[in-house]
């Protein structure tokens, strides 16, 4: 009895470290990986899906309403996806608010000119729980950036690399 006793407290001891372990190596998506494939409806009626993209380069960029960096890079996000339309580039802002009515609030305050969803799974697929956070994904599929902290998309040297990334499709 008291060898039973002591497999089944080691086959509980193992699952339980197999368990910790699981949860700290939780799946981060980070620059060269291939994007999680996924398909979200934006709020304007559009599909946006990986990895079927259109040979277009995808900026996802999760957010918050109560964020206040991602308030702050709402306006130069907006620029971005203007100025580069045209250009093969998508712009898809993806909120993790839980309340609607604030996700809604921040829409109309601050109307941002890229598409947008509310959508609040997609996130833990990369492995993101801090915002903003934007990734920079390729027509593969690939991340070719990650950027974990807000930015200013009109900076020339985003400017420059999305120019030169524009030059390689």
Same mark, same amino acid.
């Given at each position: 009895?008291? @060898? /039973? %006793? +002591? !497999? ?6 193992? =699952? ?39 040979? @277009? /380069? %995808? +900026? !996802? ?6 964020? =206040? ?101």
């Amino acid at each position: 009895m008291d @060898r /039973l %006793l +002591v !497999l089944l407290l080691c086959l509980l001891a193992a =699952a339980l470290v197999g368990a910790i372990y699981a949860g700290i190596h939780e799946r981060v998506v980070a620059e060269g990986d291939t994007a999680p494939g996924f398909s979200i409806t934006a709020d304007n009626g559009r599909s946006v899906s990986l990895p079927h993209f259109g040979g @277009r /380069l %995808l +900026v !996802l960029n999760f957010w918050a309403s109560w964020c =206040a960096p991602c308030v702050e890079e709402t306006p130069s996000l907006s620029r971005l996806a203007q100025q580069y339309a045209d250009k093969g580039v998508v712009v898809l802002g993806v909120s993790v608010d839980q309340n609607e009515a604030s996700y809604r609030t921040f829409l109309r305050k601050y109307q941002p000119a890229f598409l947008t969803a509310r959508e609040r799974k997609l996130h833990a697929e990369f492995g993101t729980f801090m915002y903003p956070e934007t990734y920079i994904i390729g027509a593969d599929g690939k991340v070719l950036r990650k950027i974990a902290e807000s930015a200013d998309w009109t900076d020339p040297n985003m400017i420059r690399y999305f120019d030169s990334l524009l030059q390689n499709l």
